[in-house]
T-cell receptor, first 117, second 112 residues
Framework: AQKITQTQPGMFVQEKEAVTLDCTYDTSDPSYGLFWYKQPSSGEMIFLIYQGSYDQQNATEGRYSLNFQKARKSANLVISASQLGDSAMYFC??????????????FGTGTRLTIIP | DAMVIQNPRYQVTQFGKPVTLSCSQTLNHNVMYWYQQKSSQAPKLLFHYYDKDFNNEADTPDNFQSRRPNTSFCFLDIRSPGLGDAAMYLCATTGTARDGYTFGSGTRLTVV
């Protein structure tokens, strides 16, 4: 079965500190993709970062980096120098192949991050 | 600049009264998705289109239908909304994997 697990329902972090959001996954497909999305209270899903299963290096996008440990099946998101605007819900997601042979995105349960001034 | 546009942003409908949510995209992507997200939960895929091929998730209720008249537009029809259908409905498209899946701003549906 293909599954994404986020074990931290909520986190509180002091402004300017780094924060790590955990994500583990399970799939038997050798080719897969992992995503992180940010969802503020407005509801829109904002794409942050992507890691392909064959990528040799960990993905980075500005203050976001993905700590990809393939053998442990983990894809943790690291946010450096957190800001008040980082307060939001964060979802880890995995691209999986559906029964129809097409790809689709399946989500973890999310982590609500609150940045404290 | 918005590439995936959902209308309306907020929708209030009466119990049992059919409602249609719309989504349009300017990216010319083949694949479009509809997700349902209930409060404090992860988004759940309802169905998706690959071109005109419709793919329904096994656990999507028959009450939910979809239409895709062309590449740009996709509609979600809820034939008889119940209180349990109140949720955020998110439309998304995908191009290359590294571009990510692009989501619209969502339509927040309230059933009264």
């Amino acid at each position: 079965a293909q599954k994404i697990t986020q074990t931290q329902p909520g986190m509180f972090v002091q402004e300017k500190e780094a924060v790590t959001l955990d994500c583990t996954y399970d799939t038997s497909d050798p080719s897969y993709g992992l995503f992180w999305y940010k969802q503020p209270s407005s509801g829109e899903m904002i794409f942050l970062i992507y890691q392909g299963s064959y990528d040799q290096q960990n993905a980075t996008e500005g203050r976001y980096s993905l700590n990809f440990q393939k053998a442990r099946k983990s894809a943790n998101l690291v946010i450096s120098a957190s800001q008040l605007g980082d307060s939001a819900m964060y979802f880890c997601a995995m691209r999986v192949i559906s029964n129809f042979g097409n790809e689709k995105l399946t989500f973890g349960t999310g982590t609500r991050l609150t940045i404290i001034p | 600049d918005a590439m995936v546009i959902q209308n309306p942003r907020y929708q209030v409908t009466q119990f049992g009264k059919p409602v249609t949510l719309s989504c349009s995209q300017t990216l010319n992507h083949n694949v479009m998705y509809w997700y349902q997200q209930k409060s404090s939960q992860a988004p759940k895929l309802l169905f998706h289109y690959y071109d005109k091929d419709f793919n329904n998730e096994a656990d999507t209720p028959d009450n939910f239908q979809s239409r895709r008249p062309n590449t740009s537009f996709c509609f979600l029809d809820i034939r008889s909304p119940g209180l349990g259908d109140a949720a955020m409905y998110l439309c998304a498209t995908t191009g290359t994997a590294r571009d990510g899946y692009t989501f619209g701003s969502g339509t927040r549906l309230t059933v009264v």
